[in-house]
């Protein structure tokens, strides 16, 4: 009878360790921590504050990446400068300036980097810095790992060109969504361009949203693609004090949008805030990006607490932003504010998540990886929250920037690039995340309990029929 129990006791544990093994294989790695912080904007000759970072990767792992200088930490941008690494981030080339659309007058601010078909595309706002001659988003292309640029003009608006984002579709058309801010009124708008002979020459598409149509202020476009090569515009539209995340679709390449689908209907709090003076601005450029699968992710920042504190937030759609998840909050919920959320998502379909955390009067930048585990994605696995800087940057810098980047390789190692004040001034560094094997399962159950369980009792079971044997013998 103990025999029939032992071994009934045994596979029930067997039962559960395998179902409890289900969501995670055994050669999955989870991030536990980052590596050594890696200065990069070497240079403060003559610019001594450097912010708003940007990467990109290529597809055998050469990273590239971008951030804009300044004279001040909460100043306009000067220039935009470039480095790469060839050894996964071990080493990295001095930093240099890019081109100049026109004149030594002209001021550069905005750095957005994209890999595509081996052609490395660097998109930076242009102006000129005395007068209103020159306003234009530039795109400058290199098919010699950045050795060399070719920039031509990627805008044409009415106004002051600002805050765009870049994509490259699977048919090499390069999309490029910006702010037109009216230089009369400074309400903005939200305009497309697009290149179909990569990225030598864009052409107006034309405007996404308008303040005729749909008053006060559009800000933030972050724009991709899918698998279809249909064109996706997500952004931040805000009234007085309070504001919504937005996005609208489009399967002619840009020349008709859908009707926009309200993405934070619950809140309506996701406004774009910046300061000069107080404390760190918190700004919102919701990131929209598919999976392998087509599963579209929206992330964005939320003002949603009555205290006024935000936090990061993150929906899936599975028909192409027709139908919505529920929300996720992604960071976990403490004091402070959490803002400036960026993703990527790797070959597994694994969201690596970044953003800036602010904590007793310092912010540094956070990583977490989400797992949606079951079929329909409504189970959600976190891993812990990993603090990536050494050393946090003091509250009174409150400028880092409007962007912030994580990508991952094609080993699906996550690699990320901040604004970091560690130093009295604000630099770029680089780390990348680290990881050791694990197995776990929703609820977080680790296996080798479970092994241990099961071993015991057959131990037991096996260690009584040799006794039984021992007895009969004897």
């Known amino acids: 009878m103990k025999t029939r129990i032992l071994l009934l006791i045994a596979f029930i544990m067997i039962i559960q360790s395998r179902s409890s093994?289900?969501?995670?294989?055994?050669?999955?790695?989870?991030?536990?921590?980052?590596?050594?912080?890696?200065?990069?904007?070497?240079?403060?000759?003559?610019?001594?504050?450097?912010?708003?970072?940007t990467l990109a990767i290529s597809e055998n792992d050469v990273i590239f990446a971008g951030w804009k200088n300044a004279f001040s930490h909460n100043g306009p941008g000067v220039r935009v400068s470039f480095s790469k690494s060839t050894n996964n981030g071990k080493d990295w080339s001095e930093p240099f300036d890019m081109p100049m659309f026109k004149g030594i007058n002209t001021g550069q601010s905005d750095p957005w980097l994209v890999w595509h078909d081996e052609i490395l595309y660097y998109a930076y706002l242009e102006y000129s810095i005395d007068s209103y001659e020159l306003s234009q988003i530039t795109v400058a292309k290199s098919t010699s790992l950045g050795d060399t640029w070719s920039p031509v003009a990627a805008s044409y608006g009415e106004g002051f060109a600002d805050k765009e984002t870049m994509t490259v579709?699977?048919?090499?058309?390069?999309?490029?969504?910006?702010?037109?801010?009216?230089?009369?009124?400074?309400?903005?708008?939200?305009?497309?361009?697009?290149?179909?002979?990569?990225?030598?020459?864009?052409?107006?598409?034309?405007?996404?949203i308008d303040s005729e149509t749909h008053p006060e202020d559009h800000l933030g476009p972050y724009v991709t693609t899918d698998s279809n090569n249909d064109v996706y515009v997500a952004w931040v539209?805000?009234?007085?004090?309070?504001?919504?995340?937005?996005?609208?679709?489009?399967?002619?390449?840009?020349?008709?949008?859908?009707?926009?689908?309200?993405?934070?209907?619950?809140?309506?709090?996701?406004?774009?805030?910046?300061?000069?003076?107080?404390?760190?601005?918190?700004?919102?450029?919701?990131?929209?990006?598919?999976?392998?699968?087509?599963?579209?992710?929206?992330?964005?920042?939320?003002?949603?607490?009555?205290?006024?504190?935000?936090?990061?937030?993150?929906r899936y759609s599975d028909d192409y932003g027709l139908n919505w998840s529920d929300r996720y909050q992604v960071n976990p919920k403490r004091a402070g504010n959490q803002w400036q959320p960026e993703m990527d998502i790797d070959s597994n379909g694994r969201v690596h998540v970044v953003w800036y955390d602010e904590h007793e009067d310092t912010y540094g930048p956070y990583y977490r990886m989400l797992i949606f585990s079951n079929e329909?994605?409504?189970?959600?696995?976190?891993?812990?929250?990993?603090?990536?800087?050494?050393?946090?940057?003091?509250?009174?810098?409150?400028?880092?920037?409007?962007?912030?980047?994580?990508?991952?390789?094609?080993?699906?190692?996550?690699?990320?690039?901040?604004?970091?004040?560690?130093e009295n001034e604000m630099d770029i560094y680089y780390s990348h995340g680290i990881t050791e094997p694990v197995s776990t399962s929703a609820d977080k159950t680790s296996i080798f309990p479970n092994i241990f369980v099961i071993i015991i009792p057959i131990a037991l079971f096996v260690s009584g029929i040799w006794k039984k044997k021992r007895s009969q013998r004897n």
């Open 21 to 53: 093994y289900g969501i995670l294989q055994s050669d999955s790695n989870l991030i536990t921590s980052f590596s050594k912080n890696i200065l990069l904007s070497t240079s403060d000759s003559p610019y001594t504050h450097h912010v708003e970072p």
């Open 169 to 208: 579709s699977n048919d090499g058309t390069v999309y490029v969504a910006y702010d037109d801010i009216n230089y009369n009124t400074n309400v903005t708008t939200v305009r497309l361009t697009r290149s179909i002979d990569n990225g030598d020459n864009f052409d107006e598409v034309g405007v996404i």
């Open 237 to 314: 539209w805000f009234f007085t004090a309070w504001g919504d995340v937005y996005l609208v679709a489009s399967q002619d390449q840009g020349e008709t949008f859908s009707e926009q689908i309200d993405l934070n209907p619950l809140s309506e709090n996701a406004t774009f805030e910046t300061t000069l003076d107080q404390r760190p601005s918190r700004a919102t450029l919701p990131v929209i990006r598919f999976d392998m699968s087509d599963r579209l992710y929206v992330l964005w920042a939320d003002r949603h607490h009555e205290g006024g504190e935000w936090d990061i937030f993150i």
């Open 376 to 422: 329909t994605g409504e189970e959600v696995i976190y891993s812990d929250p990993v603090a990536i800087a050494s050393v946090n940057t003091s509250s009174t810098f409150t400028r880092p920037g409007d962007y912030f980047t994580i990508k991952v390789d094609s080993k699906d190692f996550p690699h990320v690039v901040w604004s970091d004040g560690r």
